[in-house]
């Protein structure tokens, strides 16, 4: 293994293909963060703390610190959304503000990078055990089986290092034998949740069923969802939450129908300096991700027009779900509910970044 090279899997062309790209400098890995090599809140975040260690590759023997200020400005600017990019970039900042010699850089940049992906496997897999406790308690007061949960985008292990979050209190009631059913909504306009959270899911032999994005809300009145259960980019610290396009509509859904909706978050998702989700910053992507659409013909995947050449079209990335439709959060701390009180009640401290 070169251990100057980082490797990714290309989430881009998943579940067709599964392509392992390498990073050889910060560049690569400013460029696999905006394009959506990588995506979901917690990878971003630990991708970007890899792309400090190939940064720091790249520093010359003097003028360390100019050389990662820019390396942290250039990978800040990729994805507006997910606080994990700048909660793992201030981490490598802390961690590295006293070094003089670029090998101290160089080693402690890994070092960090290796520490947020280890802690990521066990707060996902900690966050599991949490939401596990409310598909059982579900399992245990439903006369119909399987228990029946609505994702929505990807919050799998695809998102993370491991386990997912979302994900997490699923694979989790899987291993312990509790039947289950996953309505996946599709996730336009990249359908994350068509391509990646279906793929996981069919991996460990989970059952699912894809969905239109449209489609939640009637399955809702159906008495079709027992819960839903999604991720988050950014949650702020009176509980709104915002997560992928289209969450919030499945949110009001859900609150029109008594159905629970509950949001697993790893606390580097929380964003202590917003007081309301109107303090969130919205990600507007290309348009062309609206207008275009790939698939697999079964040999290649291709880009087809999808849109009358002359319309426009806006992609905004994220939505707010304000905390008032969130039943409760699930960290690795714990469930709370989603009101400042609540996420204080498990972390006294706020910004919670072990070193
Ligand atoms: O634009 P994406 O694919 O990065 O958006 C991802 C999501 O919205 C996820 O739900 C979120 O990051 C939670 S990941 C555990």
Known sequence: MDPEVVQIIDQRVLPHQLAVVDLRSHHDAVMAIKEMWVRGAPLIGATAAFGCYLGALEAPEKGLHHHMQTVYSDLHKTRPTAVNLSWALDRVRKAVAD???KSDLIKMTMAVAQDIVEEDVKICRDIGLHGLSLIETMHHSNERSPVQI???CNAGRMATIEWGTATSPIYHAHERGIPLHI???ETRPRNQ??????WELGERGIPHTVIADNTGGLLMRQGKVDLCLVGTDRTASNGDVANKIGTYLKALAAHHNNVPFYVALPSSSIDWN???GDDIPIEERDPEEITHISGFDGEVIR???LTPGESAALNLGFDITPAEFVTALITERGICPASEQGIRSLFPEGNYCPT
Do not use: Y
């Open 274 to 276: 917003a007081s309301s």
């Open 150 to 152: 609505l994702t929505h």
């Open 99 to 101: 070094l003089q010699t």
């Open 303 to 305: 880009r087809v027009q």
């Open 183 to 185: 309505w996946v909504d």
């Open 193 to 198: 949740g068509a391509r990646i959270t279906a």
